[in-house]
C-alpha cells in the first residue's frame, strides 16, 4: 500500500533552517510528482512547493520562494524540502502529498491522493 512517512521538523529561532523528510514506499516513486503543503492555526491549506518525477524541474509558492528547496532521491523513494531564513510565518504543520497521476504540479491541494502523517514546524521570533 501506498505510505508516506515524514521526519524532521521541530522548533527554530527566526532565520534558522529545517530540513523535512518524506520517505515513501508502496508506488512507482519516479512516475510521480510530489508536493508539500502547510496548514497554519487557524488557517486553510497553503500549497508550498512541487517538484516533478524526475527532480529536475520546480516550482514554489511566491511565500516561500528563494528560501525553500525541494529535491529528491528517486534511488531511495525520497522527497526533501529544505527551508532557510525561516520566518514565524512559516511555523504550521507540514505534509508532503503524492499527486494524482495525470495531474501534474499539483498546486491545488485537491490534486493529492496520499499524505504523509504531518509534522510540525515552528518558528520563534
Known amino acids: 500500500q501506498v505510505q508516506l512517512v515524514q521526519s524532521g521538523g521541530g522548533l527554530v529561532q527566526a532565520g534558522g533552517s529545517l530540513e523535512l523528510s518524506c520517505s515513501a514506499s508502496?508506488?512507482?516513486?519516479?512516475?510521480?510528482?510530489m508536493g508539500w503543503v502547510r496548514q497554519a492555526p487557524g488557517k486553510g491549506p497553503e500549497w508550498v512547493s512541487a517538484i516533478d518525477p524526475q527532480g529536475s524541474s520546480t516550482k514554489y509558492a511566491d511565500s516561500v520562494k528563494g528560501r525553500f528547496t525541494v529535491s529528491r532521491d528517486n534511488a531511495n523513494n525520497i522527497v526533501y524540502l529544505q527551508m532557510d531564513s525561516l520566518k514565524p510565518e512559516d511555523t504550521a504543520l507540514y505534509s508532503c502529498g503524492r499527486t494524482r497521476s495525470g495531474m501534474g504540479w499539483g498546486t491545488l491541494t485537491s490534486s493529492y491522493d496520499f499524505w504523509g502523517q504531518g509534522t510540525q514546524v515552528t518558528v520563534s521570533s
Open positions: 508502496g508506488f512507482k516513486f519516479d512516475y510521480y510528482y
